[in-house]
């Protein structure tokens, strides 16, 4: 059965950070293009950061220099970094997964909350 699992959100003032987690289970991550994807209330979701193998990476330009997407393969498990967090940053977060080529996300998560605020 295939599942993502995120994790590591949270309340956190502006300029803090935060650590994400997205746990897979029931396919590889080494076999996939693993990303982040956050939607704020009343907003689309939007693509956040992506990661391919070998270590390719791709931010949205509202996180590029704050955010840093990594992977463990060996964990089947993908990190968000977040550093120097701001108030519009609040959202759910959700990890993604696709095969390679694939113009469409396979797999996602439920989602991990993240608040920024004082």
């Known amino acids: 059965q295939v599942e993502l699992v995120e994790s590591g959100g949270g309340l956190v003032q502006p300029g803090g950070s935060l650590r994400l987690s997205c746990a897979a289970s029931?396919?590889?991550?080494?076999?996939?293009?693993m990303s982040w994807h956050r939607q704020a209330p009343g907003k689309e979701r939007e693509l956040v950061a992506l990661?391919?193998?070998?270590?390719?990476?791709t931010y949205a330009d509202s996180v590029k220099g704050r955010f840093t997407i990594s992977r463990d393969n060996a964990k089947n498990t993908v990190y968000l970094q977040m550093n120097s967090l701001k108030p519009e940053d609040t959202a759910i977060y959700y990890c993604?997964?696709?095969?390679?080529?694939?113009?469409?996300?396979?797999?996602w998560g439920k989602g991990t909350q993240v608040t920024v605020s004082y």
């Open positions: 990661t391919t193998t070998p270590g390719i990476t």
């Open positions: 029931g396919f590889t991550t080494s076999s996939r293009v």
């Open positions: 993604y997964a696709k095969r390679y080529g694939s113009t469409t996300w396979d797999y």
